[in-house]
């Protein structure tokens, strides 16, 4: 484990992150606030030509908010990164609301990307040619983005008719005509050879054309119960029922929204994001959950 500064410039503010990766050393526990996680501080990266794995946060979430994920796949062979998205993570909410955060997301996971294949020290151990993301919630609309998706803001949540939220439209205001400047911003980036999306933001997503462009082999996990704006199941629903490709598309029994955060630490299991539906496991889904997100990039992102 190895945390990175991605450094701000003209495309973007700095960023930082995270990074697993396979280690010849056995994991120590290593505490990170409230959390204990087993990790190598800096360990060598072991191996050569290894596919690189992007993780994308949700609303107000944090680059350690899927670490099991990202400790599932290290020890499968990838290099991880989860990023804190600029002004819009659990420590800095400053510009988490409007469409700005929106349109720089996909933004963030390219500069990302682009950090990792030429300025990251050990560039030359990772293939170019096998990358995938995973995103949950926001994550999960980031990377439909990436995968050329072009999003109809005229739906977003009730969070962007606040008047403060900055760049949101009015609810009164009419859908933007195409091709929309805003969507011209938009950033996709087609080096992304395989997806997992998990309770994606959905509802800006609900027509053939808004995903028309969407190609990539794409795994998608929904909750049964729901509970996460703009990610209701029947969203999701609609979602599946309108990509031209289907993906593998997976329902959780009993899952909430948040049941897709890795587990809490004891201490703080009021949170709401660690309160899941009785009867609900989230220790024993994660296992599950962590080996069919592995295989399916194991799939598509074989040498």
């Known amino acids: 484990m190895k945390y990175l500064h991605i450094p701000g410039g003209q495309d973007g503010p700095p960023i930082d992150a995270v990074m697993w990766s396979p280690c010849a050393k056995a994991p120590e526990h290593v505490q990170i606030r409230a959390l204990t996680i087993p990790a190598v501080p800096d360990c060598p990266i072991a191996g050569e030509s290894l596919p690189l794995v992007i993780i994308s946060h949700g609303y107000g979430g944090w680059y350690l908010g899927h670490h099991d994920t990202a ?13 804190n998205h600029p002004y819009a993570n659990y420590a800095d909410m400053s510009r988490a609301n409007g469409l700005s955060v929106l349109i720089a997301r996909p933004a963030d996971i ?13 560039s030359a151990r990772i293939d170019p040619q096998r990358i995938g993301f995973y995103g949950f919630s926001q994550g999960g609309y980031t990377g439909l983005v990436l995968a050329g998706a072009n999003p109809d803001f005229s739906k977003l949540p009730s969070r962007c008719a606040d008047p403060k939220a900055v760049g949101c439209p009015q609810t009164s205001q009419a859908r933007p005509p195409r091709p929309s400047p805003i ?17 994606p933001l959905s509802i800006v997503f609900q027509t053939t054309d808004s995903v028309k462009d969407v190609t990539v082999p794409l795994q998608v996990w929904g909750s049964e119960l729901g509970g996460g704006g703009g990610a209701s199941p029947e969203d999701v629903a609609t979602l599946i029922h309108v990509l031209p490709k289907k993906p593998d598309f997976r329902i959780v029994p009993k899952a909430v929204h948040m049941s897709f955060l890795t587990m809490c630490p004891k201490i703080d299991t009021s949170s709401q994001a660690c309160i899941d539906a009785p009867g609900f496991d989230r220790a024993a889904f994660h296992r599950t959950f962590n080996a069919e997100v592995v295989a399916f990039f194991q799939r598509n992102l074989g040498e």
């Open 183 to 199: 969507l011209q911003t938009l950033t996709h980036d087609h080096r992304i050879r395989a997806m997992v999306v998990a309770e």
């Open 110 to 122: 390219k500069r990302t990307i682009d950090f990792m294949l030429t300025d990251f020290r050990d």
């Open 71 to 83: 400790e599932a796949l290290a020890d499968s062979g990838f290099v991880v990164v989860a990023i």
